[in-house]
């Protein structure tokens, strides 16, 4: 290799760039966050390498991160111990958005005009803040393997950086950042230390400031409820989930048996994958005593519970764990299922507790339960009592649950209906729901695609049967609140049968392959007609859905 590599950024990251140094003026003081949050991660990674490795260089210095300023050369330099990175780390790290959902992200920040700022260091790309304050940037790091030299790699943000040798430092990254004119203010011992007490107080590693720490380190998770402030919580979940708001609930526990697990966990007040941000990468860490083992593990909740931010630590883990190994690892699968199991359990109390909370939730979040019910066969049963619906028997926007339909059942029905459609205006607007209306028999109104499908994976809740009422053999009683009056009403207004018959015959003439059959229909009182689905599996809006996808 060259003494000095010139590389190109990649497409997303210039976008990006173009994005972070052109268009956003607001909060710029989050790059600082996002730096040392980075440092944290590398801290943590080196912790964790350092139990499996055998050998690591610079075994013995202290794990910290430190920041130093300089006023006159307007100069910010945030320096940690951490794991560090190779001449291709820092290629691939630097110059690529490696996570598909950031991708996708600021695709969409570049095509529309919203900056959401404060969206950025969800979305993985929280190094390239450091160009909001800085005209170049400067990465020296050296990494915890044996075998590495020590690097630097340069850019002023434009469409390349360099990368060259730079021998003889020690393990870890340090970031010069030469400030612009405009960002001087960050060059100041005042200002730093209100941005870290702000955004980093729950960094787990000590935060130097001219040589003294000004953070205290404590991983609240293993605290006892008592001894944590509402405030303490919220900053944690701000640091945890890079997030700028309070979360929207939080569910703090600890078990003994039949794992020993401390858990964390919050559920946030926005969903980045329902307001078209692509998929969201999972937000819960995994730690045993204290030690991160995986960052946003993909293992230890179910992918549908992706929304979740925080923490589990279990002692129960051998510290060494690699990543295939827990993959495999039964244990893992066991702190999955406890931590799933209670969180279920928490919603549902929550639902009863704080309805209105809980109505939060679901308007933002029903769609994962919804993935859950469809996908997770294991935990079908408990996220179907969080599963909420409009019903004819509710008011607009407000939602019932499908325990509280079976109670209002009256005890002839055996059944559970819904019903598909693009608004409650257009269902109760429609031929199907007629029949329902009838007989005073509750409709439940899934207006989302995705309900159909949740609904035909159910099968059934409790002992009853879930139905599409666009079924077509749809076994109603007898209409209740029929009357003498409304029968020979009927009965006068009804076509004789021979006539009836030719009209149908006539009908599937002119229709021919596209109805399986006609016939005349005693569900119907004010529509003259109504289509139906003859094999009641797939209903007629999961069939639109799969014929829109090809399928
Ligand atoms: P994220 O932290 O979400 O992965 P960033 O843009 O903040 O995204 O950082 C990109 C990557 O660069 C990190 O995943 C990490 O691999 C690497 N990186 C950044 N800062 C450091 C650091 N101080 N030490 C080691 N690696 C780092
Ligand atoms: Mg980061």
Redesign the pocket.
């Given at each position: 290799t060259p003494q000095t590599e010139t590389k190109e950024f990649q497409t997303e990251v210039k976008k990006m760039l173009d994005i972070v140094i052109h268009s956003l003026y607001t909060e710029k003081e989050i790059f600082l966050r996002?730096l040392i949050?980075?440092?944290a991660?590398?801290l943590e990674k080196f912790r964790h390498q350092s139990v499996v490795e055998q050998e690591v260089f610079d075994s013995h210095i202290p794990l910290e991160i430190s920041i130093e300023f300089d006023d006159k050369a307007n100069t910010l330099t945030i320096t940690?111990t951490?794991?560090?990175?190779d001449r291709g780390?820092l290629e691939a790290?630097?110059g690529t958005i490696a996570h598909s959902g950031s991708k996708t992200f600021f695709t969409k920040l570049s095509e529309t005009d919203r900056k959401e700022v404060n969206l950025i260091g969800q979305f993985?790309?929280?190094?390239?803040a450091a160009f909001m304050v800085a005209k170049k940037v400067t990465v020296k790091?050296r990494s915890f393997r044996m075998d590495d030299m020590g690097h630097e790699w340069i850019s002023d943000g434009g469409g390349t950086f360099t990368i060259a040798m730079c021998p003889g430092i020690r393990r870890g990254?340090s970031?010069v950042l030469e400030l612009t004119d405009e960002a001087k203010e960050y060059a100041n011992e005042q200002t730093i230390r209100r941005i870290i007490k702000q955004y980093s107080s729950f960094v787990p590693f000590p935060i130097k400031l001219k040589g003294e720490a000004i953070n205290t380190v404590q991983a609240i998770w293993t605290l006892g409820k008592s001894e944590i402030s509402e405030e303490a919580y919220t900053e944690f979940y701000k640091f945890i989930a890079n997030a700028f708001d309070e979360p929207l609930a939080r569910l703090h526990f600890s078990a003994d048996a039949p794992l020993a697990i401390k858990t964390l966990l919050f559920i946030p007040k926005e969903n980045l994958e329902a307001m078209g941000f692509g998929r969201m990468e999972p937000g819960v860490n995994l730690y045993c005593q204290r030690v991160l083992i995986e960052q946003h593990s993909k293992t230890i909740l179910p992918e549908w519970l992706r929304f979740l931010r925080g923490v589990i630590d279990s002692e129960d883990l051998p510290l060494n764990i690699s990543r295939q190994a827990l993959q495999d690892s039964a244990l893992v699968a066991k702190i999955n299922k406890v931590v799933t199991k209670r969180l279920l359990k928490f919603l549902e109390e929550l639902a009863k507790s704080e309805p209105e909370k809980y109505t939060e939730f679901w308007k933002n979040f029903g769609m994962f339960i919804k993935e859950g019910v469809i996908s997770d066969f294991a935990y079908r049963e408990e996220a179907a009592k969080l599963l909420r619906f409009e019903s004819s028997k509710t008011e607009d926007g407000i939602f019932t649950s499908l325990a509280e339909y079976v109670e209002r059942m009256p005890e002839d029905q055996k059944e559970i209906f819904y019903i598909n459609g693009p608004s409650r205006e257009a269902i109760e607007n429609g031929p199907y729901i007629e029949a329902f209306k009838k007989r005073n028999i509750e409709v439940l109104y899934t207006l989302e695609p995705i309900d159909d499908f949740a609904m035909s994976h159910l099968g059934s809740f409790g002992e009853k049967k879930l139905v599409s009422a666009d079924c077509g053999d749809l076994d109603l009683p007898e209409a209740a609140i029929e009357t003498e009056a409304d029968k020979e009403k009927a009965q006068a207004e009804a076509m004789p049968e021979s006539d009836s018959a030719a009209l149908t015959t006539w009908m599937k003439e002119v229709l021919g392959e596209q109805v399986k059959e006609v016939i005349a229909s005693k569900r119907l009182t004010d529509s003259p007609a109504m289509v139906v689905n003859p094999d009641g599996f797939v209903t007629s809006s999961m069939e639109r859905i799969m014929r829109a996808s090809g399928q």
């Open positions: 996002e949050s980075n440092a991660d590398a940690d951490g794991i560090g990175m780390e790290n630097l993985g790309v929280g190094f390239y790091s990254t970031i």
